[in-house]
């Protein structure tokens, strides 16, 4: 049931963790369905190619994790099913069914430590479901290894063939276990990223692949605790760009702008694109001074970058964020009289206007109206 529901949503999202997890149940399908085999003396089907399946069905829990936490296993990884198969069928290692069960164990927890490790490293355990798949693989793996401790000793794996012994009821307790528990968790994360993928489309600009207002707002809701300061960036004679190279050329600006943003912006920047050619940014824990300097050397970079003139430049208006401020509009407010007082000295530069007064009227700010676009 866990392999078909995970097809089935792998078939509808495309995401490769679920076709992994979902391929690792359908190995252990497939091992148990050939089990029964063995009493019939059949060794390749029955007991080789069964219990290969084992480490197999792991190996592709490993591969979901790690394309869970967006990483790449090295090639020598991919390797370790088919070395675990041929040590399985090796002679002359001794007892087979000892040396069959110490690296069929073995190789399982090994897959499953890996796995845990993978998801720690990644730093993908927010989530509860995720931090239960991690759970999962290190007692999964823990039990394997203890298992393959026990490869040797008397009593503990009589005869895999008969498939008899002390650890084998206790392992067919624990394997039914852990499946539900990985079922359950790969079926919570699945949850989330389908929530994380519809916050990230209604918060992000299909266009240039930045924040939107929405997701602007809700991603400097707690940032802004801090202070810092705030960008209010506009491109040049945007309206004329448009209508000399029509919305295509428009709209590759648009994206040329984000990229450099993203290139040239410190990392623990927020940036957003508000609408049309309107971009904004929030830098934490930077002052004013700093920011001023930051908004001309983006003035510059983007002109070279465009070929000089004033067309397709930037105008950037700088503004301070006060700790501890609930709202960002007095922020924005400001910033934009001196995105206005950058276009009134030429374009093509960055400004600060003064911080206006706490009891700032309407009268006061009628002189640096919203600055228009372009």
Partial sequence: MAATFLLIEWRSLRERFLLSFALGFLCIVVGCTLAPLRQSGDFLLGVWLSNSMVPLAHFMF?????????????????????????????????????????????????????????????????????????????????????KAGCAFVPGAFVDLSSYSGVLIPISLFEGILVEVALAMSVAGALRRRREERATRLAESDPLTGLLNRRGFEARTRDVQQSGGSLLLIDIDNFKTINDCFGHQGGDRLLVDLAAFLRLRLPGSAISARLGGDEFVVLLPGMDEGRSLGLAEDLCSGFAMRQGGGNCGTLSIGCAPVTPGIQDLSPAMLQADRGLYDAKSKGRNRASSAPRLSATGTQAEILPYPIAAAG
């Fill in 62 to 146: 490993l591969h979901g994790a790690a394309s869970f936490a967006q990483r790449r296993l090295s090639r020598v990884w991919f390797l370790a099913p088919l070395a675990c198969s041929a040590l399985m069928a090796a002679p002359g290692l001794g007892d087979r069914d000892q040396v069959m069960s110490l690296f069929n164990a073995g190789f399982v927890a090994v897959f499953c430590l890996r796995a845990a490790g993978v998801l720690l490293e990644a730093r993908r355990t927010t989530g509860s479901e995720t931090r239960t798949l991690v759970a999962t693989f290190v007692v999964h793996g823990s039990f394997y290894a203890v």
